[in-house]
């Protein structure tokens, strides 16, 4: 996608979740696009790598878990006000297992809402009060915040909360100026499915076999387009699906 901003004075964009996958490749991407960046995310040695990477564009990175409120709390507030984004991309979020709703395991139904729904609102509350007219939020959503589908009941139900919560956001943030838009991937091959399969790389290398899934620069390309918009133009809700897939659950496989 085509950006036509200039890339001087695009402030700063605040990833969660940048230690790998949708995360790691929006915060590369927009390097090239002339942003200055915060990284947060729960794996400090990844978020080091990434800083060492990509240099003084990297402002601030942040180990944190959005889950903990106290933890999240204490990191954001610490960013002066010359670190407090222009764009904020809430990234972090996974899901865990896939069990029916009759055998699934409570650690991972808390840690999914935990992670995808609480998470996110913790950062947004936290940031929200001192982001500026102009400024953008981005929510990493799902197909499957719009298509349920066997054995995501509770992963579904997250993200279709994120898909509630963006337009909620953007009506309530709309007197300020702040627009909210979502990014809603389908089938993408990043470390979600070894994370769901807990670890099974067998089980998830099974979930993009026979047919070609997004790569984590593809949703990259999407945030960075909504993120690079001229200021009158809001871009509210993005689905973005490999050609081979056409809902949650059709796809065409070799």
């Given amino acids: 996608m085509k950006n036509n901003q200039p890339q001087s004075s695009r402030g700063v964009m605040l990833i969660t979740g940048a230690t790998s996958g949708f995360g790691a490749a929006a915060a590369r991407m927009a390097v090239t696009l002339g942003f200055q960046l915060v990284l947060t995310g729960r794996r400090k040695e990844r978020l080091q790598r990434l800083q060492a990477e990509l240099g003084a564009a990297v402002v601030k990175i942040i180990a944190f878990d ?3 409120l106290d933890a999240t709390q204490k990191a954001l507030s610490a960013l002066n006000d010359e670190q407090v984004p222009r764009v904020l991309v809430n990234n972090a979020g996974l899901a865990v297992g896939k069990e029916p709703v009759d055998q699934g395991l409570y650690e991972d139904w808390d840690r999914m809402i935990d992670t995808n729904v609480k998470g996110l609102l913790h950062v947004t509350r936290e940031l929200t009060p001192r982001m500026v007219s102009g400024a953008r939020i981005i929510n990493i959503g799902s197909i499957a915040g719009r298509q349920a589908y066997p054995g995501g009941a509770v992963y579904n139900a997250s993200k279709f909360a994120v898909h509630g919560l963006t337009q ?10 702040i627009q909210v838009a979502q990014v809603a991937p389908g089938a993408a091959e990043t470390e979600f499915s ?3 399969f807990k670890g099974d790389d067998s089980l998830a290398k099974e979930v993009y076999r026979g047919f070609e899934p997004l790569k984590a620069e593809d ?7 909504i993120a690079t918009r001229p200021a009158h133009v809001s871009i509210q809700d993005m689905l973005i699906m490999p050609a081979a897939q056409a809902s949650a659950y059709h796809y065409q496989k070799s």
């Fill in 194 to 196: 070894s994370v769901r």
């Fill in 66 to 68: 959005v889950c903990d």
């Fill in 168 to 177: 909620a956001m953007r009506m309530d943030l709309l007197p300020r100026g």
């Fill in 219 to 225: 949703v990259a390309d999407a945030i960075m387009y």
